[in-house]
Nanobody, 126 residues
Framework: QVQLVESGGGLVPPGGSLRLFCIAS????????KGWFRQPPRSVRVFVAA????????YYANSVKGRFTMARDNAQNTVYLHMNSLKPEDTAVYYCAADRNLITSTLGNPSEYDYWGQGTQVTVSS
């Protein structure tokens, strides 16, 4: 079982940048498929970005393509979400998630992930 802890959220003006961190408790985290999701106020949790445990492909929601970058540091059991050109509509609680048994077509479905962090608030406002 893996525990995930997110950090890095905060208040940023439109056009600003933030970097979110997700640190895992297991050395075997490298084998897990990983995703970032967000839940805006009074809305459902939606897909932001994901990557498989191995391989270099990363997948993004259309709303964040070209602005957000998901990366990982296997030695540190950490995944990152670099967020640039932030917009007010990016305001949400951001969650990282992990699971060992996903296929590419299910990476964007939050119900497929077994492990979740507690979330970190991102607010984009002037």
């Amino acid at each position: 079982q893996v525990q995930l802890v997110e950090s890095g959220g905060g208040l940023v003006p439109p056009g600003g940048s933030l970097r979110l961190f997700c640190i895992a408790s297991l050395q075997t985290f490298i084998a897990y498929h990983k995703g970032w999701f967000r839940q805006p106020p009074r809305s459902v949790r939606v897909f932001v970005a994901a990557m498989k445990g191995t391989g270099s492909s990363t997948y993004y929601a259309n709303s964040v393509k070209g602005r957000f970058t998901m990366a990982r540091d296997n030695a540190q059991n950490t995944v990152y979400l670099h967020m640039n050109s932030l917009k007010p509509e990016d305001t949400a609680v951001y969650y990282c998630a992990a699971d060992r048994n996903l296929i590419t077509s299910t990476l964007g479905n939050p119900s497929e992930y077994d492990y979740w962090g507690q979330g970190t608030q991102v607010t984009v406002s002037s």
